[in-house]
Protein backbone atom coordinates (compact mmCIF):
# COMPACT_ATOMS: atom_id res chain seq x y z
CA UNK A 1 0.00 0.00 0.00
CA UNK A 2 1.44 3.03 -1.15
CA UNK A 3 -0.07 6.44 0.46
CA UNK A 4 1.35 10.55 -0.60
CA UNK A 5 -0.51 11.51 3.13
CA UNK A 6 0.04 15.12 2.11
CA UNK A 7 -2.05 14.76 -0.98
CA UNK A 8 -4.90 13.84 1.66
CA UNK A 9 -4.97 16.90 3.73
CA UNK A 10 -7.36 19.06 2.87
CA UNK A 11 -5.43 22.39 2.89
CA UNK A 12 -8.11 24.58 5.05
CA UNK A 13 -7.68 21.94 7.54
CA UNK A 14 -7.35 24.10 10.95
CA UNK A 15 -7.44 27.75 8.92
CA UNK A 16 -11.19 27.37 8.26
CA UNK A 17 -13.39 26.09 11.08
CA UNK A 18 -15.68 26.61 12.96
CA UNK A 19 -17.12 26.30 16.80
CA UNK A 20 -20.44 25.18 17.76
CA UNK A 21 -21.37 24.77 21.73
CA UNK A 22 -17.08 23.60 22.59
CA UNK A 23 -17.13 21.39 19.33
CA UNK A 24 -14.60 22.63 16.60
CA UNK A 25 -15.56 21.81 13.06
CA UNK A 26 -12.87 22.09 10.02
CA UNK A 27 -12.25 20.61 6.95
CA UNK A 28 -9.69 17.17 7.04
CA UNK A 29 -9.09 14.98 4.70
CA UNK A 30 -9.82 15.18 0.83
CA UNK A 31 -13.03 13.30 0.12
CA UNK A 32 -10.46 11.61 -2.53
CA UNK A 33 -8.70 10.12 0.42
CA UNK A 34 -11.97 9.15 2.32
CA UNK A 35 -12.69 6.96 -0.79
CA UNK A 36 -9.59 5.57 -0.52
CA UNK A 37 -9.84 4.80 2.95
CA UNK A 38 -13.07 3.16 2.57
CA UNK A 39 -11.65 0.88 -0.09
CA UNK A 40 -8.81 -0.21 2.36
CA UNK A 41 -11.44 -0.85 5.08
CA UNK A 42 -13.16 -2.91 1.94
CA UNK A 43 -10.11 -4.84 1.49
CA UNK A 44 -9.26 -5.67 5.12
CA UNK A 45 -12.55 -6.27 5.89
CA UNK A 46 -11.45 -9.73 7.36
CA UNK A 47 -9.67 -7.96 10.09
CA UNK A 48 -12.06 -5.75 11.55
CA UNK A 49 -13.10 -6.88 15.45
CA UNK A 50 -15.05 -5.48 18.29
CA UNK A 51 -11.61 -5.30 19.97
CA UNK A 52 -13.02 -1.99 22.09
CA UNK A 53 -14.07 -3.07 25.36
CA UNK A 54 -17.26 -1.34 25.40
CA UNK A 55 -20.12 -1.02 28.66
CA UNK A 56 -22.97 -1.72 26.71
CA UNK A 57 -26.31 -2.51 27.77
CA UNK A 58 -25.62 -3.15 31.81
CA UNK A 59 -23.26 -6.13 30.63
CA UNK A 60 -19.27 -5.36 31.01
CA UNK A 61 -18.02 -7.84 27.64
CA UNK A 62 -15.83 -7.03 24.16
CA UNK A 63 -19.11 -6.88 22.79
CA UNK A 64 -19.46 -4.15 20.65
CA UNK A 65 -21.89 -2.01 18.86
CA UNK A 66 -19.52 -1.33 15.68
CA UNK A 67 -16.17 -3.07 14.45
CA UNK A 68 -13.00 -1.66 14.37
CA UNK A 69 -9.33 -2.12 12.50
CA UNK A 70 -6.67 0.19 14.35
CA UNK A 71 -4.78 2.43 11.81
CA UNK A 72 -1.34 1.02 12.79
CA UNK A 73 -2.53 -2.84 11.84
CA UNK A 74 -2.71 -1.35 8.37
CA UNK A 75 0.59 0.84 8.39
CA UNK A 76 2.46 2.02 11.18
CA UNK A 77 3.69 5.42 8.67
CA UNK A 78 0.38 6.08 7.86
CA UNK A 79 -0.11 6.68 11.45
CA UNK A 80 2.76 8.95 12.01
CA UNK A 81 1.73 11.01 9.30
CA UNK A 82 -1.43 11.53 11.40
CA UNK A 83 0.41 12.42 14.66
CA UNK A 84 2.42 14.76 12.29
CA UNK A 85 -0.46 16.22 10.47
CA UNK A 86 -2.67 16.41 13.83
CA UNK A 87 0.14 18.47 15.85
CA UNK A 88 0.57 21.09 13.07
CA UNK A 89 -2.96 21.45 12.07
CA UNK A 90 -5.13 20.85 15.27
CA UNK A 91 -3.08 21.06 18.11
CA UNK A 92 -2.85 24.77 17.81
CA UNK A 93 -6.72 25.39 17.45
CA UNK A 94 -6.88 23.08 20.15
CA UNK A 95 -5.51 24.74 22.50
CA UNK A 96 -6.64 28.35 20.61
CA UNK A 97 -10.35 26.83 21.77
CA UNK A 98 -9.65 25.32 24.88
CA UNK A 99 -7.06 27.36 26.51
CA UNK A 100 -4.17 25.98 26.61
CA UNK A 101 -5.37 22.10 26.22
CA UNK A 102 -2.24 20.01 25.66
CA UNK A 103 -2.06 16.70 23.75
CA UNK A 104 0.39 14.35 25.33
CA UNK A 105 0.02 11.93 22.25
CA UNK A 106 -2.53 9.65 20.66
CA UNK A 107 -3.98 5.81 20.55
CA UNK A 108 -4.05 4.55 17.06
CA UNK A 109 -6.68 6.28 15.00
CA UNK A 110 -9.19 3.88 14.54
CA UNK A 111 -11.51 2.79 11.31
CA UNK A 112 -15.25 2.24 12.51
CA UNK A 113 -17.31 0.19 10.40
CA UNK A 114 -21.18 -0.03 11.20
CA UNK A 115 -23.14 -2.60 8.89
CA UNK A 116 -25.14 -4.48 10.30
CA UNK A 117 -29.13 -3.21 10.71
CA UNK A 118 -30.33 -1.77 13.73
CA UNK A 119 -26.84 -1.55 15.37
CA UNK A 120 -27.21 2.01 17.69
CA UNK A 121 -24.45 3.25 20.17
CA UNK A 122 -25.89 4.42 23.55
CA UNK A 123 -24.99 7.09 25.25
CA UNK A 124 -21.65 6.97 26.72
CA UNK A 125 -18.29 9.25 27.09
CA UNK A 126 -14.51 8.42 25.53
CA UNK A 127 -12.16 7.46 27.45
CA UNK A 128 -9.75 10.62 25.79
CA UNK A 129 -9.06 13.57 26.87
CA UNK A 130 -10.43 15.11 22.67
CA UNK A 131 -11.97 13.29 19.94
CA UNK A 132 -12.02 13.27 16.67
CA UNK A 133 -14.33 11.71 14.38
CA UNK A 134 -14.15 12.17 10.59
CA UNK A 135 -17.03 11.21 8.32
CA UNK A 136 -15.73 8.86 4.95
CA UNK A 137 -18.89 8.15 3.32
CA UNK A 138 -22.23 8.88 3.32
CA UNK A 139 -24.05 5.94 1.18
CA UNK A 140 -25.88 5.11 3.98
CA UNK A 141 -29.13 5.19 6.19
CA UNK A 142 -29.10 6.12 9.63
CA UNK A 143 -26.41 5.92 12.31
CA UNK A 144 -26.35 9.28 13.24
CA UNK A 145 -24.20 10.64 15.68
CA UNK A 146 -25.83 13.05 18.52
CA UNK A 147 -24.97 15.15 21.25
CA UNK A 148 -28.27 15.75 23.16
CA UNK A 149 -26.65 18.37 25.77
CA UNK A 150 -25.32 20.58 22.70
CA UNK A 151 -28.41 19.48 20.44
CA UNK A 152 -25.85 18.63 17.57
CA UNK A 153 -25.11 15.84 15.28
CA UNK A 154 -22.89 15.39 12.40
CA UNK A 155 -26.12 14.54 9.97
CA UNK A 156 -25.20 17.39 7.64
CA UNK A 157 -21.86 17.10 8.25
CA UNK A 158 -19.89 16.34 5.13
CA UNK A 159 -17.34 13.77 4.33
CA UNK A 160 -13.63 14.72 5.15
CA UNK A 161 -14.99 17.18 7.66
CA UNK A 162 -13.63 16.56 10.93
CA UNK A 163 -15.43 17.62 14.28
CA UNK A 164 -13.48 17.48 17.47
CA UNK A 165 -14.93 17.67 21.19
CA UNK A 166 -13.70 17.39 25.07
CA UNK A 167 -14.18 13.79 25.42
CA UNK A 168 -15.28 14.03 29.74
CA UNK A 169 -18.57 15.12 31.30
CA UNK A 170 -19.78 17.46 28.95
CA UNK A 171 -20.35 16.15 25.81
CA UNK A 172 -22.06 12.94 25.88
CA UNK A 173 -23.01 11.11 22.60
CA UNK A 174 -24.64 8.21 20.79
CA UNK A 175 -26.04 6.79 17.65
CA UNK A 176 -29.23 5.92 16.23
CA UNK A 177 -29.80 2.39 14.66
CA UNK A 178 -28.29 2.39 11.46
CA UNK A 179 -30.93 1.49 8.37
CA UNK A 180 -29.04 0.63 5.56
CA UNK A 181 -25.52 0.23 3.61
CA UNK A 182 -22.76 0.43 5.76
CA UNK A 183 -21.20 3.80 7.67
CA UNK A 184 -17.21 4.12 7.96
CA UNK A 185 -16.03 6.88 10.51
CA UNK A 186 -12.18 7.51 11.46
CA UNK A 187 -11.99 7.98 14.79
CA UNK A 188 -9.33 9.38 17.18
CA UNK A 189 -8.41 9.68 20.66
CA UNK A 190 -6.06 11.23 22.82
CA UNK A 191 -4.60 10.32 25.94
CA UNK A 192 -6.28 11.16 29.12
CA UNK A 193 -3.93 12.79 31.54
CA UNK A 194 -1.18 11.05 33.07
CA UNK A 195 -1.71 10.68 36.37
CA UNK A 196 1.44 9.31 39.06
CA UNK A 197 0.66 7.53 42.24
CA UNK A 198 1.96 11.00 43.94
CA UNK A 199 -0.90 12.78 42.83
CA UNK A 200 -3.32 10.61 45.04
CA UNK A 201 -4.18 11.25 48.89
CA UNK A 202 -5.99 8.09 49.16
CA UNK A 203 -7.06 4.98 46.85
CA UNK A 204 -10.78 4.23 47.03
Not at 23 to 32: C, V
Not at 46 to 73: C, E, L
Not at 144 to 149: E, H, I, N, V
Request: proline share 5%; hydrophobic share 30%.
Amino acid sequence: MKINYSDAIDERCGIEYEVYKDIIITPFYKKEFCQELVSIAEFYKDRFAPNISYYYKGVNSNDSPWNTININQISVFLFQDFCNHYKKTICPLLEKIYLETKITGWFSPMIIKYENKGQELDLHHDESLVTMNCKLNDNYKGSTLYFPRQDFSNKDIPVGTAYFWPSNVTHPHKTDQLQSGTKYTFTSWTFPPAWKKENFIANV
